[in-house]
């Protein structure tokens, strides 16, 4: 069996710990600066994860954006942009949303039973794989591991990092904290209530704290006893 490839979480929160307001409306939490930075980690990975929320909310195209970047990746053999990835439960996407356009190839990871509603959305725009009663989140990196994925960016929302962090198989965390509050008990948080493996008595380790502009970008690593991925010490591939 491969072995799992290395995770990444990739968030902005605000500094209450929220990922967007209620309004229709997307909030922004990244300047131009950060945002670069974001694309920079999507060249470096083999694929992006997003939740079927964060296409539902946000329609991401989850692509690599410059050009330079996309053409160094063809240079070294590899695609222009990563694999997509997303999970759902019961399959309800719109194949004519962002995500599913473009070259990359894509992935929807959902539960047996969802299986058949999903294909029949989605078989034509994306390789649809059932991993059973639930959607376990080590079934999905075992399942990209077998596809030769590396690195794995998980960029949300909510409930896939709670299903990450949870899961104990985050091998870093990147978190951009925005200097604003959102207050707003109905908006979306960074994460879901959880058992975490991180506590005030497991702590993580921070790995920088870097200012951009009036934004702080926190990196993490997991404490002690952590069993990273495989591809950990190619973090700078």
């Known amino acids: 069996m491969p072995p799992r490839?290395?995770?990444?979480?990739?968030v902005a929160a605000s500094l209450d710990g929220y990922i967007d307001d209620a309004r229709d409306e997307r909030l922004v939490l990244s300047d131009s600066a950060d945002l670069d930075r974001v694309d920079e980690e999507?060249?470096?990975?083999?694929?992006?994860?997003?939740?079927?929320?964060?296409?539902?909310?946000?329609?991401?195209?989850?692509e690599v954006r410059s050009a330079e970047r996309r053409e160094k990746r063809v240079a070294d053999s590899r695609p222009a942009t990563p694999i997509k990835v997303t999970v759902t439960a019961g399959g309800g996407l719109d194949p004519r949303s962002r995500?599913?356009?473009?070259?990359?190839?894509?992935?929807?990871?959902?539960t047996d039973a969802a299986a058949g509603e999903a294909r029949s959305r989605l078989g034509a725009v994306a390789d649809v794989v059932p991993l059973g009663p639930r959607v376990d989140p080590a079934a999905i990196l075992s399942d990209l591991g077998g596809r030769g994925v590396e690195r794995l960016m998980v960029e949300g929302g909510s409930r896939m990092h709670t299903l990450f962090l949870t899961a104990g198989l985050v091998?870093?965390?990147?978190?951009?904290?925005?200097?604003?509050?959102?207050?707003?008990?109905?908006?979306?948080?960074?994460?879901?209530?959880?058992?975490?493996?991180q506590s005030p008595a497991r702590p993580m380790a921070l790995l920088e704290a870097r200012p951009l502009g009036d934004l702080v970008l926190l990196r993490y690593a997991p404490g002690p006893g952590h069993v990273p991925g495989a591809a950990e010490a190619g973090a700078a591939r």
Request: proline share 8%; net charge negative.
């Open 171 to 197: 091998d870093e965390l990147h978190l951009v904290v925005a200097p604003f509050f959102v207050g707003d008990a109905a908006a979306p948080r960074f994460t879901g209530a959880g058992v975490f493996p």
């Open 99 to 110: 995500f599913f356009a473009g070259e990359a190839a894509r992935i929807v990871y959902t």
């Open 5 to 10: 490839p290395h995770v990444l979480l990739s």
């Open 42 to 62: 999507r060249a470096r990975v083999d694929a992006i994860l997003v939740g079927a929320g964060t296409i539902r909310a946000d329609d991401p195209r989850l």
